[in-house]
């Protein structure tokens, strides 16, 4: 296993609130990825980070921001949440860029905004 | 526009069969392509891995084969187990700019006793 965490594990909120979804890792991967996974759509990119504090846009970044500010932490956040932010979260690392090498997911965050 | 395209969405079968899931590309250039299994309620979990000079590759029961030709490829599962059961997801690398990789929908697969 790749040593990911992520927490929370669950989480239910209301409309207009800010989350914070955290990933953590123990394998010094320098590459992480946030990932929402949607019934019918393929796992969908966020964001990803390259390095500490060097971070990029993925294809669905509307409305989520993220830092990284160690090598092993990775924050998601959503200023305030969306009913159409509801969804399962993966977090991935991997050794090498653009996501080409092997990816190593974490156990998923699941969110629900109300 | 870079795709990945798996069918069928869903399929049931009885434990012991065997059973084969596709996938197609419009990714370009080819770097390389993953397959990956899904438990429920966990993260994917990299079964193979295809490059471009590959054409079958194997991983216990599952087989793997790429058709760079056609941008085809298929997973091909031997005497299924419950455990099995499992959402499959092909993963296609491209080699030019900006983030590299596409995911497919994925196939879940149901195996029944």
């Known amino acids: 296993d790749a040593g990911i965490t992520q927490s929370p594990r669950h989480k239910v909120t209301e409309t207009g609130t800010p989350v914070t979804l955290r990933c953590h890792q123990t394998e010094n991967h320098r590459y992480m990825y946030w990932y929402r996974q949607d019934p019918g759509h393929g796992l969908r990119l966020i964001h990803y980070s390259y390095g500490v504090k060097d971070t990029d846009k993925g294809e669905v970044s509307d409305g989520y921001s993220v830092s990284r500010s160690k090598t092993e932490d990775f924050l998601l956040t959503l200023e305030s949440a969306t009913s159409s932010q509801t969804s399962v979260y993966f977090c991935a690392t991997g050794g090498t860029s653009g996501g080409t090498g092997e990816l190593f997911f974490g156990e998923g965050s699941r969110l629900t905004v109300l | 526009k870079n795709q990945v395209e798996q069918s069928p969405q869903s399929l049931i079968i009885l434990e012991g069969k065997n059973c084969t899931l596709q996938?197609?590309?419009?990714?370009?250039?080819?770097?390389?392509l993953r397959w990956y299994k899904q438990d429920t309620g966990r993260g994917p979990v990299s079964l193979t891995i295809m490059t471009f000079s590959e054409n079958t590759k194997s991983n216990g029961r599952y087989t793997a084969t790429l058709d760079a030709d056609t941008k085809q490829s298929s997973l091909h599962i031997t005497a299924s187990q419950l455990s099995d059961s499992a959402s499959y997801i092909c993963v296609v690398s491209h080699n030019t700019g900006g983030f590299k990789t596409i995911f497919g929908a994925g196939t879940r697969l149901f195996v029944k006793a």
């Open positions: 996938c197609n590309y419009t990714v370009s250039p080819f770097s390389n």
